[in-house]
């Protein structure tokens, strides 16, 4: 009798974690299509030849950041909007770096924990788009999106997100 209700059990975990993870491909798939759309039209129409990753930049638009290596295993940085009807390369050391714009915001924000620092757009330029947060004086802690420039790491803007 013991043995039954344990097989029973197990059995209905089993189906639980199943079902999640049937739930888990159908919500993300629409997602991966995406990527690997953005992938192969970065692959067609730039030299990029291996992708190393894919993330997603939204702010005005939607983009697709495909990191790869061309023939010279030198690191690309390629922009594919949503639709795959742009496509914009850059070399990664024809750029800043993200160690420079990590020095960048440090300097003009010490007390900030920098969460992310992707390559994105914003006003039809290409940024490194940094999401951070920092404490202000009063102890309150901000969340803030800046805004540098791909090429040369200049400063460009800085939204501050609103506390609740």
């Known amino acids: 009798m013991q043995r039954r209700w344990i097989v029973i059990i197990i059995s209905v975990i089993i189906l639980i974690m199943l079902g999640l993870h049937l739930y888990y491909r159908n919500v993300q798939s629409g997602e991966w299509l995406a990527e690997d759309r953005a992938t192969k039209v970065a692959l067609e129409q730039s030299s990029l030849k291996k992708v190393t990753g894919v993330q997603k930049s939204v702010w005005e638009d939607v983009y697709y950041i495909v990191n790869g290596l061309d023939e010279q295993d030198q690191n690309l940085v390629v922009w594919v909007n949503q639709e795959g009807t742009s ?8 750029g800043s770096t993200k160690e420079a714009i990590q020095a ?19 006003e039809q330029q290409y940024v490194w788009q ?13 969340y803030y999106y800046d805004f540098y420039r791909f090429s040369d790491a200049g400063y460009l803007t ?3 997100l609103p506390n609740r």
Do not use: M
């Open 87 to 94: 496509v914009h390369t850059e070399q990664l050391k024809q």
């Open 158 to 160: 800085t939204y501050t």
């Open 130 to 142: 940094v999401f951070y947060k920092a404490s202000k004086p009063s102890d309150d802690v901000h």
């Open 104 to 122: 960048k915001v440090l300097s003009r924000s010490p007390s900030a924990d920098i969460i992310t620092i992707v390559p994105g757009i914003w």
